[in-house]
């Protein structure tokens, strides 16, 4: 399997293949940042569409010696910040955000109880519902790190901010989401 490197540079080389092949490596990751940061199906669609585009056309000035996988984080973080920036917070969508592979409808464990299942269910959708309404720095910050496992330097690098700040944001991200899961009822799910 050709490290990402390789890809790269074969695919700034004009080998359509080897973009093709990186498209296949990243899609799911990318898709499911957009679902996260815009927590509707159809937006996340068409930002992951958009950010592939994107760096198709900015892949010939990538410098190789940063991370393509950062980079591509960054070119995704702020994609969906500009269409959530031109969309001016509205709520275009109300379609429940489902989780990359999926699998929001499968049942997870064949012996749980209609009950059980449930109650599993709604956690999943108030925290769902809580992480959307955090506010953009907080929220991203949050998904970057939590969902995608980025660690606080990657994430640090992806949105130009120090890991202090990083930290901080995901700190009073996860607060947040405390509170408002508490006062909702809800225990802790993250």
């Not at 269910?121 to 108030?126: F, H, Y």
Request: charged share 30%; aromatic share 6%.
């Amino acid at each position: 399997m050709a490290t990402d490197e390789i890809l790269v540079r074969r695919a700034q080389a004009g080998d359509m293949a080897a973009f093709g092949e990186l498209v296949g490596r990243y899609q799911d990751r990318v898709y499911g940042l957009s679902t996260r940061l815009l927590t509707c199906t159809e937006d996340a669609r068409d930002a992951a569409q958009e950010i592939f585009i994107r760096v198709f056309k900015t892949l010939p000035g990538f410098d190789l010696r940063a991370d393509f996988t950062t980079w591509l984080y960054r070119v995704a973080t702020n994609v969906c910040l500009d269409q959530l920036r031109r969309r001016h917070r509205e709520r275009l969508c109300s379609l429940p955000a489902r989780d990359e592979s999926g699998s929001q409808d499968r049942l997870q464990d064949d012996r749980a109880g209609p009950e059980e299942l449930l109650l599993d269910k709604e956690r999943q959708q108030a925290v769902r519902r809580a992480v959307a309404d955090l506010p953009d720095e907080y929220r991203v910050a949050l998904v970057l790190h939590h969902y995608q496992q980025l660690s606080y330097r990657q994430v640090a690098a992806c949105l130009d901010l120090t890991e202090k700040t990083v930290a901080t944001r995901i700190h009073r991200a996860k607060l947040r989401l405390r509170q408002r899961l508490l006062l909702g009822g809800e225990s802790d799910a993250l």
